[in-house]
Nanobody, 126 residues
Framework: QVQLVESGGGLVQAGGSLRLSCAAS????????MGWFRQAPGKERDFVAA????????YYADSVKGRFTISRDNAKNTVYLQMNSLKPEDTAVYYC???????????????????WGQGTQVTVSS
């Protein structure tokens, strides 16, 4: 069983920054790609960013490219999402998830992920 626990969400003004963390249980963390998705009220859950198991490759949604950075520390079983220059439209619940067998294209597809965290709320005020 894999458990993912997000933290670091909160309320921030536009232009501010937050760093989300996702702590994973289980010994297979370092062998799996990880991703972040977000879901705003009344909208579908959308891809935000993903990182390969080795951290050699990262992927971003166009809407966050240049503002968000995904990283991981396999020794700590943790993946991070550094969010800078936040905008009101970034307001959403952010989820981390595990992608056990993802290709570069697959990392952007929600159904490729098998374990999900409970989410952490990010609210950006204007």
């Amino acid at each position: 069983q894999v458990q993912l626990v997000e933290s670091g969400g909160g309320l921030v003004q536009a232009g501010g920054s937050l760093r989300l963390s996702c702590a994973a249980s289980g010994r297979t963390f370092s062998r799996n790609a990880m991703g972040w998705f977000r879901q705003a009220p009344g909208k579908e859950r959308d891809f935000v960013a993903a990182i390969s198991w080795s951290a050699d490759n990262t992927y971003y949604a166009d809407s966050v490219k240049g503002r968000f950075t995904i990283s991981r520390d396999n020794a700590k079983n943790t993946v991070y999402l550094q969010m800078n220059s936040l905008k009101p439209e970034d307001t959403a619940v952010y989820y981390c998830a595990r992608c056990p067998a993802c290709s570069a294209i697959g990392m952007r597809i929600m159904r490729q992920y098998d374990y999900w965290g409970q989410g952490t709320q990010v609210t950006v005020s204007s």
